[in-house]
């Protein structure tokens, strides 16, 4: 069956500290892969996406980037953090038009 | 523009009653509709996919409708309970590979 792993669950970081979140999925190939942020009490805004290793998609101009090394790996970075970066942000992937979602990772930026 | 819009925002109940939640899309030309569930500080957990060439998805106590020309999706739960308490979220999915959320409905089921 297929799964996806997301850490860490929570991270404090000080404003302009790197950021590094990565998502795996496992028991698939090629999968769509997406990050998204929700911000508190508000619905979840896309990020980036993507549907092969070094295709990225971004939705918003930001202070994050992504990356996918490998077929089933998502990485979602940044080199100096922002107050404004904090939030749940949730990694997907797509079967079939169906999405599935990890645990998300909680980021307070102080 | 795409939007999605949940109504309503928040919920309470008593256990055992039936309710209805509702979901509104702006653009017609969508591939499927997705209901999620979200407990506190967890990730989502997907309860109903529904074609857009699909009237309705069931699973247990939970019935999904869309109405693709009205833009209109709603999740009805029966004989609701205190572990239905979560957000419910509603997300579409566009030809683009662009899947847009609400922003949710946040649902209280009393004892």
């Known amino acids: 069956s297929q799964t996806i792993h997301q850490w860490p669950a929570t991270l404090v970081q000080p404003v302009g500290s790197p950021l590094s979140l990565e998502c795996t999925v496992e028991g698939t190939s090629n999968p769509n892969l997406y990050w998204y942020r929700q911000a508190a009490g508000r619905g979840l805004q896309l990020l980036f996406y993507?549907?092969?290793?070094?295709?990225i998609s971004s939705e918003v101009p930001q202070n994050l980037s992504a990356s996918r090394p490998q077929d089933r790996q998502f990485i979602l970075s940044s080199k100096k953090l922002l107050l404004s970066d904090s939030g749940f942000y949730l990694c997907?992937?797509?079967?079939?038009?169906?999405?599935?979602f990890g645990q998300g990772t909680r980021l307070t930026v102080v | 523009k795409q939007e999605v819009t949940q109504i309503p925002a928040a919920l309470s109940v008593p256990e055992g009653e039936n309710l209805v939640l509702n979901c509104s899309f702006t653009?017609?030309?969508?591939?499927?509709l997705q209901w999620f569930r979200q407990d506190p500080g967890k990730g989502l957990t997907s309860l109903l996919l529904?074609?857009?060439?699909?009237r309705e998805q069931t699973s247990g106590r939970l019935n999904a409708s869309l109405d693709k020309s009205s833009g209109r999706s709603t999740l009805y739960i029966a004989a609701s309970q205190p572990g239905d308490s979560a957000t419910y979220l509603c997300?579409?999915?566009?030809?683009?590979?662009?899947?847009?959320f609400g922003a949710g409905t946040r649902l209280t089921v009393k004892p």
């Open positions: 997907a992937w797509m079967r079939h038009t169906e999405a599935f």
């Open positions: 529904i074609q857009s060439s699909q």
């Open positions: 997300a579409v999915l566009y030809n683009n590979n662009d899947m847009r």
């Open positions: 653009d017609s030309a969508i591939y499927n």
């Open positions: 993507s549907v092969g290793i070094g295709q």
